[in-house]
């Protein structure tokens, strides 16, 4: 079969802080960097018919950053999404969430929410946004929510099989599919709590480029690269 293009990218986008510090800036200015480059790898995404990313902007670990710095992400987080919107619909981008946002704020949740209801409709790219996201949290999260729905008779007569599609049908990706690239910005070779579950056969690229400093050439060799893997899932051709 020919070889193509991932169906859904995912990117663990570090380095927004030492891209700062190089500059003589604060961390935050990096975020701010950061951000910009999260509204361009979208559009180099939907420009290569990738139909989905998934971008990890805060994690259930991030809350341990000084007040100063999570307090600058959330507000960014929302000028993000009133500034983007309109690029959201001029380019038919799709716009969801995975992670538990019950914590955020009104505003930033009726934010998020609005902008998913604007966007669901549209079919060029669905870009998701991790936020308040972990993957242990997540089936953590899974587990409480089958847990509700099982008796120990029809766990009885469910085989392991059954169990994994109960699973993949509950996460936070439910709709989505598993990641079959995974990539990570600035230099650390760990997932980091990301995707743990939909990126088991995910074809992983690390590179020292420091997120803001991403750009269009990396992300298309990276590309290349991903049509010259062989993909066995386990097989053997
Ligand atoms: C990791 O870099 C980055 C984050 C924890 C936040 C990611 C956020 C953005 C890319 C910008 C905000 C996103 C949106 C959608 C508005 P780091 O701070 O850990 O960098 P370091 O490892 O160099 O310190």
């Known amino acids: 079969m020919k070889p193509s293009y991932p169906q859904h990218i995912a990117v663990i986008m570090d380095g927004n802080g030492r891209w700062a510090k190089k500059q003589g800036k604060k961390r935050t200015q990096g975020h701010k960097e950061g951000a910009k480059i999260v509204r361009d790898i979208t559009q180099w995404c939907?420009?290569?018919?990738?139909?989905?990313?998934?971008?990890?902007?805060?994690?259930?670990?991030?809350?341990?950053?000084?007040?100063?710095?999570v307090d600058f992400l959330m507000k960014l987080l929302e000028k993000y999404l009133?500034?983007?919107?309109?690029?959201?619909?001029?380019?038919?981008?799709?716009?969801?969430?995975?992670?538990?946002?019950?914590?955020?704020?009104?505003?930033?949740?009726?934010?998020?929410?609005?902008?998913?209801?604007?966007?669901?409709n549209h079919t060029k790219l669905t870009q998701i946004l991790a936020l308040n996201y972990g993957s242990r949290d997540e089936i953590a999260r899974t587990f409480i929510k089958l847990a509700h729905t099982l008796t120990p008779h029809t766990l009885a007569s469910l085989t392991s099989q059954d169990i994994i599609?109960?699973?993949?049908?509950?996460?936070?990706?439910?709709?989505?599919?598993?990641?079959?690239?995974?990539?990570?910005?600035?230099?650390?070779?760990?997932?980091?709590?990301?995707?743990?579950?939909q990126a088991?056969?995910?074809?992983?690229?690390?590179?020292?480029?420091?997120?803001?400093?991403?750009?269009k050439?990396?992300?298309?060799?990276?590309?290349?690269?991903?049509?010259?893997?062989?993909?066995?899932?386990g097989g053997i051709e």
């Open 46 to 69: 939907a420009e290569k018919g990738i139909p989905y990313l998934t971008l990890y902007a805060f994690s259930t670990e991030n809350w341990k950053r000084p007040k100063i710095e």
């Open 82 to 120: 009133h500034d983007e919107k309109p690029v959201y619909m001029k380019n038919h981008i799709r716009f969801r969430v995975i992670g538990d946002i019950s914590v955020f704020n009104t505003r930033l949740k009726n934010a998020i929410l609005e902008l998913e209801h604007a966007t669901q």
């Open 165 to 197: 599609s109960m699973i993949n049908a509950n996460l936070d990706t439910a709709t989505l599919p598993d990641v079959d690239m995974l990539i990570r910005t600035g230099g650390e070779k760990r997932i980091s709590n990301f995707m743990l579950w």
């Open 200 to 215: 088991s056969y995910a074809e992983l690229f690390f590179t020292p480029t420091l997120f803001p400093s991403f750009g």
């Open 217 to 233: 050439n990396e992300l298309n060799a990276m590309l290349e690269e991903f049509l010259q893997r062989q993909r066995r899932f």
